[in-house]
């Protein structure tokens, strides 16, 4: 099973949104993203930032076979995250409110604070995997009035521990919601969360999806079985060859900000990781400097689970 993640980056028909591209560059960018997907050939592709259902349906029709579509809701953009396979998904679940005794978060100066996360993520079993779609807050800020660029350095500051607390809390979510996947039994459930985390693979936010520490690829105890492989969760960024080893580019600065985060039984069954589609453009603090740009400004990560 080929199983992978893919933020589309604001899919709208258009006239869907303020975000929303010209005809022209839409089917250009579903002409891009078929075309990477078909190369890919996934078994199941998490998918983030679906501006609409009828746009994820638009690009379903151009790609090969006979495809299955589940949705979560749209956040207050109106982007949500989903999951296409080319077989059965079952089990579809959403997954959003914070855990009890983490309580609200604040999220803004006027007090405002969430207790739930502002994209619920998406569980669907495909086969015999369980796969999560997860798209965390942003590291790109956005300010009071719409804007993307802050009063003074001190707003800046502050809306940074704002998305950074957030960004914490919806992983804390997450990762609460896998524990019970999991149910202790990490060693013979396949579960895959696979998610555009919006940080790298050592950030605390990315940490705190991992579960127990130890047995990290790499280590000398990857290979030892110990009491916390039935609780943890392996981030697959290790096995994806070092010059392929990013997912977007930010100010000229190639990240792997997007991950496939697997159980112990699935890790066992990797055989290849790997990012793919052409190389997207350098993005800055503006996301709507993109709207007229087809594709993609993130690259999909896709891995092999070897059969049993």
Same mark, same amino acid.
């Given at each position: 099973?080929?199983?992978?993640?893919?933020?589309?980056?604001?899919?709208?028909?258009?006239?869907?949104?303020?975000?929303?591209?010209?005809?022209?560059?839409?089917?250009?960018?579903?002409?891009?993203?078929?075309?990477?997907?078909?190369?890919?050939?996934?078994?199941?592709? &998490?998918?983030?930032?679906?501006?609409?259902?009828?746009? *994820?349906?638009?690009?379903?029709?151009?790609?090969?076979?006979?495809?299955?579509?589940?949705?979560?809701?749209?956040?207050?953009?109106?982007?949500?995250?989903?999951? /296409?396979?080319?077989?059965?998904?079952?089990?579809?679940?959403?997954?959003? &409110?914070?855990?009890?005794? =983490? !309580?609200?978060? +604040?999220?803004?100066?006027?007090?405002?604070?969430?207790?739930?996360?502002?994209? %619920?993520? =998406?569980?669907?079993? $495909?086969?015999? #995997?369980?796969?999560?779609? #997860?798209?965390?807050?942003?590291?790109? *800020?956005?300010?009071?009035?719409?804007?993307?660029? %802050?009063?003074?350095?001190?707003?800046?500051?502050?809306?940074?521990?704002?998305?950074?607390? +957030?960004?914490?809390?919806?992983?804390?979510?997450?990762?609460?919601?896998?524990?019970?996947? =999991?149910?202790?039994?990490?060693?013979?459930?396949?579960?895959?969360?696979?998610?555009? =985390?919006?940080?790298?693979?050592?950030?605390?936010?990315?940490?705190?999806?991992?579960?127990?520490? !130890?047995?990290? /690829? !790499?280590?000398?105890?990857?290979?030892? %079985?110990?009491?916390?492989?039935?609780?943890?969760?392996?981030? *697959?960024?290790? *096995?994806?060859?070092?010059?392929?080893?990013?997912?977007?580019?930010?100010?000229?600065?190639?990240?792997?900000?997007?991950?496939?985060? #697997?159980?112990?039984?699935?890790?066992?069954?990797?055989?290849?990781?790997?990012? !793919?589609?052409?190389?997207?453009?350098? /993005?800055?603090?503006? %996301?709507?400097? +993109?709207?007229?740009? @087809?594709?993609?400004?993130?690259?999909? $990560?896709?891995?092999?689970?070897?059969? @049993?």
């Amino acid at each position: 099973m080929r199983v992978g993640i893919w933020n589309l980056e604001n899919l709208f028909r258009p006239g869907e949104s303020d975000s929303s591209p010209t005809p022209e560059v839409y089917d250009a960018k579903l002409t891009s993203l078929a075309a990477t997907i078909t190369g890919l050939a996934p078994d199941a592709l &998490a998918v983030q930032e679906v501006g609409s259902a009828g746009a *994820l349906d638009d690009l379903v029709d151009r790609l090969p076979g006979t495809w299955k579509v589940a949705l979560a809701d749209p956040d207050q953009r109106g982007i949500r995250v989903g999951v /296409i396979a080319t077989s059965a998904v079952e089990s579809v679940q959403q997954v959003s &409110a914070f855990p009890r005794r =983490l !309580g609200a978060v +604040r999220v803004a100066d006027d007090g405002l604070s969430i207790s739930a996360m502002g994209r %619920p993520a =998406l569980r669907v079993r $495909v086969g015999e #995997v369980d796969l999560v779609s #997860v798209h965390l807050k942003s590291k790109l *800020l956005s300010f009071p009035d719409g804007r993307f660029s %802050p009063r003074d350095e001190g707003e800046r500051a502050r809306y940074a521990v704002f998305a950074v607390h +957030r960004r914490a809390a919806e992983a804390a979510c997450v990762r609460e919601y896998a524990d019970g996947l =999991l149910d202790g039994d990490g060693a013979d459930r396949l579960v895959v969360v696979a998610g555009d =985390l919006n940080d790298e693979p050592q950030a605390a936010t990315t940490q705190i999806l991992l579960g127990p520490p !130890g047995s990290e /690829i !790499g280590t000398g105890g990857f290979d030892t %079985p110990d009491a916390g492989d039935g609780a943890r969760l392996w981030n *697959l960024a290790q *096995l994806i060859p070092e010059e392929q080893r990013w997912s977007r580019v930010y100010r000229g600065r190639r990240e792997l900000i997007d991950h496939l985060l #697997v159980s112990r039984a699935a890790v066992l069954r990797v055989t290849d990781v790997a990012t !793919g589609g052409p190389a997207p453009q350098s /993005i800055t603090d503006n %996301p709507m400097a +993109r709207v007229d740009v @087809p594709g993609s400004d993130h690259r999909p $990560v896709v891995a092999t689970l070897a059969a @049993p």
